[in-house]
């Protein structure tokens, strides 16, 4: 963070990366299920925060995109090329490279599909950028000797020995992990900054043939917008929750412990506001269900009748029923 405010073009950054994920938002759907989202969030490509949740939420929605699909036609494999000075050249390189392999016939005849990820790492010993790329691809089987001779070719012989794996649960993670290892840039603003500037506005992570379908677009910031059980978008803004109040679970989603008083409160404070109790989440993609008209009309004819036997009651001297929310 303090490498990050000295960096020449990027400090502003600093501000709102020291203001990520202070605050949470508790929310809660229509079937009560509960989880929280933070209010902000900076988007800076080596923010710590931002970098654990896009890389949860993205590895958990390739773990889905892959159920079902037969285990032995996917493979895992790393492709880097030579260490370079300019990282933004050196991307570039890799990228075209990329470009090369997925054009030529051999690769074609034998891959179906793959996702493909950009990760950087930087030695601060001789000040030299090493991207790779790694891929996770479905097709034929594919000989190790083969791939590495396709890719040197592809590489203009920049390229290095690759290493076929089987894929196992943690693929995913190894897959989608950071950006760059954060570590290695403390204390190197220089470097940071050189970093920050070549990865602007870039996309990370691509998706070719038969993984199209899978969603990697909101990897820059991605945010729900609707339940993460049962993908309503009917939702209850509840409270403010702090940092110490929110855990996240092994599907990436942020679950919220607070105590079942506050909770309530809050409940009924975000049900006095008129006129919906569910909103549209301010991200959701779709509308929420049309309500049953008949059904809101009889609770709202119901409520109304609680209140007007209150007031009535409340004409006749006696306390008010505290349990009432029109109360
Ligand atoms: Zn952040
Ligand atoms: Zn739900």
């Known amino acids: 963070m303090e490498t990050l405010a000295q960096t020449k073009h990027h400090r502003r950054k600093a501000a709102a990366c020291q203001d990520c994920h202070r605050v949470f938002r508790h929310w809660r759907c229509r079937n009560n299920h509960d989880w929280a989202e933070a209010e902000n969030s900076c988007s800076v490509r080596v923010c710590p925060h931002c970098c654990c949740r896009r890389s949860r939420v993205l590895a958990a929605r390739i773990d889905k995109f892959l159920v079902g699909r037969e285990q032995t036609a996917l493979r895992y494999v790393v492709l880097s090329e030579r260490s370079q000075v300019n990282i933004a050249k050196g991307m570039q390189l890799l990228w075209e490279s990329w470009s090369r392999l997925r054009r030529s016939v051999r690769w ?110 909101d990897e820059e910031n991605p945010v729900q917008g609707h339940c993460p059980d049962c993908e309503s978008t009917e939702l209850i803004a509840l409270g403010r929750v702090k940092p110490q109040q929110v855990a996240i679970d092994f599907n990436g989603v942020l679950r919220v412990e607070r105590p079942p008083g506050d909770i309530r409160k809050d409940f009924l404070e975000s049900e006095s506001f008129r006129p919906g109790l569910f909103l549209r989440h301010k991200y959701a993609h779709r509308e929420p269900p049309q309500r049953d008209r008949v059904q809101l009309r009889r609770e709202y004819d119901a409520r109304r009748e609680r209140a007007d036997k209150q007031a009535l009651w409340a004409s006749w001297g006696a306390a008010p029923d505290s349990s009432s929310e029109w109360a």
């Open 108 to 217: 074609k005849r034998k891959v179906k599909g793959c996702i493909v990820a950009l990760e950087v790492t930087f030695n601060a010993h001789d000040y030299t950028w090493h991207p790779h790329l790694n891929v996770l691809f479905e097709g034929e089987y594919f000989p190790q000797e083969e791939l590495t001779q396709l890719w040197i070719e592809a590489t203009q012989h920049r390229g290095e020995i690759v290493w076929i794996s089987a894929v196992n649960p943690g693929t995913t993670r190894e897959l989608i992990k950071y950006v760059t290892k954060i570590s290695d840039l403390i204390g190197n603003a220089d470097a940071l900054d050189r970093l920050l500037t070549a990865v602007h506005k870039k996309r990370f992570v691509r998706t070719y043939g038969s993984f199209y379908g899978l969603s990697v677009a």
